[in-house]
Structure formats: C-alpha cells, structure tokens
C-alpha cells in the first residue's frame, strides 16, 4: 500500500511521457502538427487516481475466465486485470487525446475490464461531450467493465458482443467514427477487418490506435504493412505497443488477411 502511494506521488509530480516513433510523417497532418515528438508530455487525468484505485480493485477480484468465441483455444483459460490493462502512462495519453481532439465517437474494441475505456471517459467527460462506443463479448469481464465505466462517467454506450456484429446499430445515424481504439484479438486475421470496417465508417482525418503492434512478429509485420498503406496520411508507434494512424483522403486498402509471400 505504502509503495502504490509512494509511485502514485512521483507520478504525479514527474508524469512520464510517451515516446512517438514516426513512420510516415506529414507535418501538415492533425498528427503531425500535435505530436511532432519525439516525446509527448503529457497533462495527468483528474480522474487518474480514482481509474487506479479502481484497477487496483478490479486485479483483486482474481483471475476471470477468457471468451471462447472467434474460435480460439481459450477454454478452461483466465486472467487478471493486470494481465491485460492499457498502462497508466498510456491511459493518460488517452484522456488527453480525448480532450485535445475533441471527438463526438470514440470507439474501443476489447473493453476487457474496462480501464482503457475508463481513460478515454475521463476525456470525454472533460470536454462535457461526445460519447465512447465500447464492445466486449466476454459476459463475466463485461459485467465489471460496465461497473468501473459507470463510475467514470455516462458518456457511453456498453455492447456485449464484438464490435463486427454490432457497430453498424450502435453507430448514431448520420455519425461517423472520430477516434477507434483497436484491441481485441491481436491477429491479423482479425485486425485487418477490423481496421477496414472502421476506415469504412470514419471521415478523413480520423485516428485509428491500434495496441500490442508487437504481440508476435506477424502482428509487427502486419502494423508495418499498415503504416505504409496511401490511405493513411500518417503514421507511428506511441511507445512500445501502441500504433497510431490518421486516416487521409485514399480509402483503397492494401494489407490482406493473408500474409504476403516472402522470398527465399
């Protein structure tokens, strides 16, 4: 206990930033101009410590079993919050992404147990509008999601079920996607998909975050690929895990499921 109060008071006094990698660089880009790097410091949430405690809690509830769906071998497997929580550091980012962009959708897929989406709330709340779109399929790990969200805010709308089967009925009518967080099965199989449904429902200039770009080489291989995609005015890794892109006027993807042949 005396060391999480000793870390939370050297956090907030000295915040770490995050370091931004650039791939594609446009200085004319929204990207571009707010975050030329090559590190973003960063305005800790008000809401940060109260997201903590809240983790802190949520991690000591144990060990949760994992979704069986999409076809994966998870069955009989579990994890605690900790194992897959977005890290203070980059939460902050979020609520501060939130603020200075001003989205009026923010869409997150996994919510997993909800501390992300409680980030990216507390920016939303901040600027006293706009609203997350937030889906996760797994019944148990949604069920302390939407109890850790409520206690952020009521700026969001809570989907148990995967964001491909849902998305098109949650989207408000004549809105579009401001900002998605992709982070649910950390494949390309799924990832490109995803990434083409959102691409397909936002306006130029939107940003789309992609987590754990480093999961396995195919998933470094496949965000490279991305990066490099014309329909991306910029791109670039913010820290070690997070990939970050702003969608420009092109729309013909170029990345497939599968994975391109490589010689020898």
Known sequence: MLKRLMDTAAYLLFP???????????????LGR?????LI????????????????ATHELGAQPLWTGYGGKTA???RRSNDV???RVMGNFYASLAVRRKPKVVVEFGTAFGISGMYWLAGIEANQEGVLLTFEPNEVWAQIAQGNLSQISSRFTFTQGTFEDNIDACLPRGSSIDIAFIDAIHTR???????NLVAERSAPGSLILIDD?????????CWEEIAAENRFAAAATLGSRVGILELGEARTPRVTVS???RAG
Request: net charge positive; glycine share 4%.
């Open 34 to 38: 707010h975050y030329p790097g090559p």
């Open 189 to 195: 199989e799924f990832v490109v998909p995803q990434l």
């Open 16 to 30: 770490r930033p995050v370091h931004i990698r650039w791939l594609k660089r446009n200085p004319s880009s929204w």
């Open 85 to 87: 929580r977005t890290s």
């Open 76 to 78: 009989g497997q579990s």
């Open 213 to 221: 770009i480093e999961y396995t080489s195919d998933m470094k291989r």
């Open 259 to 261: 994975e391109p042949a």
């Open 41 to 56: 410091k960063l305005d800790v949430s008000p809401l940060s410590e109260k997201i903590e405690e809240l983790a802190v």
